[in-house]
């Protein structure tokens, strides 16, 4: 597992910090954005074709990591000799940093929708606002989403996907946390919560 598979996230944290990152002689002040938007898990690699140059380093533990997109101020790191497995070594630039990636522990799978079947997302706990994300957050009885509601500002189960919900109640659900279903000349509709 010397390697990193990245995948795009769909994370619920929310929040932004400022931090100092030091690296190669270089500080710079950074400010970071959640939600995530990458997540890198320790995997393996082989049957790389056509035999790449390599001369990388030894092999060792990847680790998994979450990605987050960060704005820094100048200076920049100066150029780098690197090398990998893939590349072999090579004269590597540096860029503005976008993204800063932190250590996670990775627990066990989620699930997720099974062909012909509904979601059983377990997230722990009954459908309740989370203060600190600031999103609805918990677990849902029969296949329901806990979800955002316009008319009462509270999290309810829903069953209903928001496009699909009775007009102009919109009592359905919206696929973001970030959202709520509410009823628009068009129909129902999801809308960023202010």
Same mark, same amino acid.
């Given at each position: 597992?010397?390697?990193?598979?990245?995948?795009?996230a769909?994370?619920?944290?929310?929040?932004?910090?400022t931090?100092?990152?030091?690296?190669?002689?270089?500080?710079?002040?950074?400010?970071?954005?959640?939600?995530?938007?990458?997540?890198?898990?320790?995997?393996?690699?082989?049957? *790389?074709?056509?035999?790449?140059?390599?001369?990388?380093?030894?092999?060792?533990?990847?680790?998994?990591?979450?990605?987050?997109?960060?704005?820094c101020?100048?200076?920049?790191?100066?150029?780098?000799?690197?090398?990998?497995?893939?590349?072999?070594?090579?004269?590597?630039?540096?860029?503005?940093?976008? *993204?800063?990636?932190?250590?996670? @522990?990775?627990?066990g799978?989620?699930?997720?929708?099974?062909?012909?079947?509904?979601?059983?997302?377990?997230?722990?706990?009954?459908?309740?606002?989370?203060?600190?994300?600031?999103?609805?957050?918990?677990?849902?009885?029969?296949?329901?989403?806990?979800?955002?509601?316009?008319?009462?500002?509270?999290?309810?189960?829903? @069953?209903?996907?928001?496009?699909?919900?009775?007009?102009p109640?919109?009592?359905?659900?919206?696929?973001?946390?970030?959202?709520?279903? *509410?009823?628009?000349?068009?129909?129902c509709?999801?809308?960023? *919560?202010?």
């Amino acid at each position: 597992m010397d390697h990193l598979a990245c995948y795009k996230a769909r994370d619920t944290a929310r929040g932004r910090f400022t931090m100092v990152v030091t690296n190669a002689g270089v500080t710079q002040n950074c400010t970071a954005k959640l939600p995530a938007k990458m997540a890198c898990i320790e995997s393996s690699a082989s049957g *790389i074709s056509p035999a790449p140059p390599g001369g990388g380093p030894s092999p060792r533990a990847a680790g998994n990591v979450l990605c987050y997109m960060v704005k820094c101020a100048r200076p920049l790191p100066p150029a780098f000799q690197m090398a990998d497995d893939l590349g072999g070594s090579r004269s590597v630039g540096l860029r503005k940093a976008q *993204i800063v990636c932190t250590e996670a @522990t990775r627990g066990g799978v989620v699930p997720g929708p099974t062909p012909g079947g509904t979601t059983t997302t377990t997230l722990g706990g009954p459908c309740h606002f989370d203060d600190s994300s600031r999103t609805c957050e918990g677990s849902c009885g029969g296949g329901g989403h806990c979800a955002a509601t316009a008319a009462s500002g509270s999290c309810e189960c829903r @069953t209903t996907s928001c496009g699909d919900a009775d007009q102009p109640a919109c009592n359905g659900f919206c696929s973001d946390p970030n959202e709520a279903c *509410i009823f628009t000349l068009t129909g129902c509709s999801c809308t960023t *919560i202010p």
